[in-house]
């Protein structure tokens, strides 16, 4: 009853953009602090300059395109100036935001940019529109990306930093609709215009990557503003925040969620290829050459804080329900890779859809991580389009597809089809047409679990973790697969 069929076509060029495997670091709980970042002293955890090694190796790994930083939230309060010269000068500040906690700066533009030259990732910084000045944000892409002498830039080489990092992605603020300043879409819009004009390219070739702050889910009439308001030559890419939520005023726990809360919070994520389909409609009306991008720069999870489990602000523990989340949405970007060029998952360490959780000298790997490495051949590979039937995942009479699947072919030849079965009780045969493509060996790997809602534990750092996936089996053109409940596969066809 589940079938694949490939749809490969040689002249086809879509390519799934590698930045679609981005990640996000916020000032926020302990993502940074204690997560990312230990300090040079009174730690014993190894460290260089302060950032974890265990954290760069595991990461380093996952070959992630990009790390989006500071905020989130925190973007729109935080003026950059504060976290640059000797850690001394720096000022404490209260992050307002999240908690009322105090921020001592230590972590700043050098901290962090250093750092993603430590990663080998890409920089996606996130400016200060809602509390900030043009000026400020101006000051800042001089400071970072001029090479030649100017106020910014002689004062980056005074602080140790000859050559210019030039960094591409600059997010212009941040859910402007809301914590980035409570705008109207047309007053954003038009404020955007100004900041973006005077965020210079400095002669860095390629210029900025300008992002728009964008729509909450299906605010579609803030996209549509954007689009009519602001010409591609400031912006390449429109921003989307959608989080799997089981309901904003209740949400749920992270580990003992019912059958139910399982369910709309599959439904919540599904929710994304609606989101992402009628955004982009509204994209193709204003710009039908897709010179601009759908940027998905927070996606993820979000259920209620769990007091007990391990401290901080939006700590929540990554279960195998995190896994469904991850493979499905992963399989959505994949699949609208036209439009989409980059998403970025909410947040790498200790907060809301960790990929790791840090707990003193201690770190573990979440199932979400697992997906994430296993999906890694996706990035830069050639979108194969596909069509799927798929049974249903019903609870009561609401349904949505029990089964998710996107395929790509790499410079190699080789075929990645990733398979999720969502479903929490039934096995699915699914049959992949593998059409043109003659395919002459398959293996694979497998994430799944005894339970639904087993997780890593410091305990059990290793409970939940791919294996060796043997029981596809290529039928002439075909390849046959029943896939566990609950289960994120990833086919390597040659
Ligand atoms: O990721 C947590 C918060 O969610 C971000 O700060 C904000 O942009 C979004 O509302």
Partial sequence: QNTVQLEFDSKQTIVI??????????????????????????????????????VVEALKKLQIPNLRWPGGCFADTYHWKDGIG???????????????????????????????????TEPYLAGNVGSGEVQELADWVQYVNFSGRGPMSDLRKLNGRQEPW????????????????????D????????????????????????????????????????????????????????????????KGPSIDFTEEQYFKTMKSAWFMNELVEKHSAIMDKY??????????????????VEPGTNPGFLYQQNTMRDAMIAGMTLNIFNNHARRVKMANLAQTINVLQA?????GEKMLLTPTYHVMEMYKVHQDATLIPLKLTSED???KDEHIPAVSVSASQNSSGQTHISLVNIDPKVAKKISVDMGEIN???????????????????????????????????????KIEVEIPPFSVIVLQVN
């Fill in 166 to 185: 030039s960094v591409k992605f600059w997010g212009v603020g941040n859910e402007a609709w809301g914590c980035g300043g409570n705008m109207t879409a």
């Fill in 86 to 120: 000797s850690k001394e000068s720096r000022p404490t500040i209260v992050n307002n935001w999240w908690g009322g906690v105090t921020e001592d700066n230590s972590f700043g533009t050098h901290d962090f940019l250093d750092m993603c030259e430590l990663l080998e």
């Fill in 393 to 395: 995942f019903t609870f």
């Fill in 287 to 304: 710009d039908p050459k897709g010179k601009i991008d759908l940027v998905v720069d927070e996606w993820g999870g979000w259920y209620e």
């Fill in 439 to 477: 395919a002459k060996a398959v293996n694979g790997r497998i994430l799944t679990a005894k339970k639904l809602r087993d997780y890593n534990s410091f305990l059990e750092p290793q409970k939940i973790s791919p294996q060796q996936f043997t029981a596809a089996v290529l039928n002439g053109g």
């Fill in 355 to 359: 990929v790791i959780l840090t707990e």
């Fill in 187 to 250: 007053y954003y819009s038009d404020i955007y215009r100004k900041y973006a004009t005077f965020m210079s390219d400095w002669g860095n070739s390629g210029g900025l990557y300008r992002v728009a702050s964008g729509a909450s889910s299906d605010d579609y009439n803030w996209t549509e503003t954007l689009m009519k308001k602001i010409p591609s030559s400031l912006m390449k890419g429109v921003a989307l925040h959608h989080y799997a939520v089981i309901d904003w005023s209740k």
């Fill in 17 to 54: 953009n590698k930045h679609i495997y981005g990640h996000f670091a916020e000032h926020l709980g302990r993502c940074i602090y204690e997560g990312f970042y230990v300090g040079e002293s009174n730690t014993t955890v190894p460290h260089t300059k302060g950032i974890r090694n265990d």
